[in-house]
């Protein structure tokens, strides 16, 4: 099938304005994307993404064109060079605007307003557009200013007191973060749903409005139960919170388990699938909450008995149960299951510097207007011809000029 010959997708005709670096912004910027979304993704002339230098890189091998974690986060995107801070640059930029549904702005604010791309000054000079900012902490409050990061964003949503397991009720040890970049990417996910409603009500009303998602909150907010724990307890949540989590370690690797307090039939539900061993016959065992002393003896019990098992076969009988419990798969058990494949989440997607990789799609699926990779993400200023003269009106001369300067 050619690329005429595609459905449209749901965000086909929307025009966005990308001018965030990292893994935020674009992440955001990604998503409206492969929906069909028009994406212009703004660079610094010379330097580009400070994330074209982030590993891992293409058969190991640095350049601007084969970052792995680049190559995902701007497909579908066209691309140019621009320094938006400097007034010609700025002329510019404001000319792509005023053809523009969104602008997408990352870094910080003090930042963003020496750019001019503050939303008092774009608002005034575009008024139906949508000004979506990623940042930090948000554009207000005491730690607007401050730098951020993942770790930063991972401990700062209160998340990070529960990595790992085994520090809790444990101050010595350090706090640390999930792999990968999970809460820059869920911020960035955060911002597309966040501008999609802004959209919605400018349908409406008219009118565009400032988006304003902080890095940090959106992890924040998974944690609605340790909230109200807080809330309705004054717990601080120092130790993090096990909910009765726990690994349990099989003969091929281990499997997960999650007994709520609370949940008593789940308990003698698991009591049931060991066998209601004689062992466990006593008082104590009658609840997870009256286990007291007796807490290391039973899990070195339940260990024992879990060798004998595969962890999928575990999993099977405790699922055939109601036993709440689950295999800890490696990336590559995950990526292989039968549930990916058939979904075909994982697909190849293609890079600039010509090879194409195995990676993610997007987390939801569209029956009449798919999700899919337009194009490859843009080398450095791929576009700018296109987009400078095609759609603006450049003359060859004009920017030529521009490029001398520094400008594109």
Excluded at 234 to 244: A, H, K, Q, S
Excluded at 245 to 252: A, L, T, V
Excluded at 392 to 398: I, V
């Amino acid at each position: 099938m050619t690329d005429a010959e595609e459905p449209e997708g749901a965000l086909e005709g929307l025009k966005v304005v990308e001018i965030a670096e990292g893994i935020s912004g674009p992440y955001c910027g990604k998503l409206l994307a492969d929906l069909g979304a028009e994406v212009i993704k703004v660079e610094r002339p010379g330097a580009g993404d400070a994330s074209r230098g982030f590993a891992p890189f293409y058969h190991d091998e640095p350049s601007p064109d084969a970052g792995l974690l680049f190559g995902f986060l701007n497909t579908s995107k066209l691309g140019v060079t621009l320094d938006v801070a400097a007034p010609p640059g700025r002329e510019i930029l404001h000319r792509l605007l005023a053809e523009a549904d969104v602008v997408l702005v990352g870094g910080r604010p003090a930042a963003i307003e020496r750019a001019g791309l503050d939303y008092a000054s774009l608002s005034e000079a575009h008024a139906g557009l949508v000004c979506t900012y990623v940042t930090p902490f948000g554009l207000t409050g005491p730690h607007a200013g401050w730098q951020g990061s993942e770790l930063v964003a991972f401990q700062a949503s209160g998340l990070g007191i529960m990595t790992p397991a085994e520090r809790r009720g444990s101050p010595e040890m350090r706090p640390l973060k999930a792999g990968g970049h999970q809460a820059l990417m869920v911020a960035g996910l955060t911002a597309a749903v966040a501008t999609m409603h802004a959209l919605f009500a400018r349908e409406a009303s008219g009118d565009g409005q400032c988006v304003d998602v902080s890095e940090v909150e959106p992890l924040t907010s998974h944690q609605f139960l340790n909230l109200a724990r807080w809330t309705y307890t004054g717990d601080p949540g120092y130790r993090g919170y096990t909910e009765g989590s726990g690994r349990i370690w099989c003969r091929d690797g281990a499997v997960f388990m999650l007994l709520f307090a609370g949940q008593e039939h789940q308990w003698q539900a698991f009591l049931d699938l060991m066998g209601n061993p004689e062992w466990a016959q006593g008082p104590e065992y009658r609840s997870r909450a009256s286990l007291g002393e007796k807490t290391e003896e039973f899990w070195a019990r339940v260990h024992e008995w879990a060798g004998g098992y595969g962890k999928q076969e575990l999993y099977r009988e405790a699922q055939g149960r109601r036993v709440p419990m689950f295999p800890e798969n490696s990336i590559a058990e995950a990526v292989e299951s039968e549930q990916v494949r058939a979904r075909g989440f994982v697909q190849e997607i293609p890079l600039a510097c010509g090879a194409s990789v195995r990676a993610p799609t997007a987390p939801y699926q569209f029956s009449e207007t798919p999700v899919r990779v337009r194009r490859v993400a843009p080398s450095l200023g791929r576009d700018n011809d296109a987009v400078f003269r095609g759609r603006l009106g450049l003359t060859a001369e004009e920017l030529r000029r521009a490029r001398e300067a520094g400008v594109v």
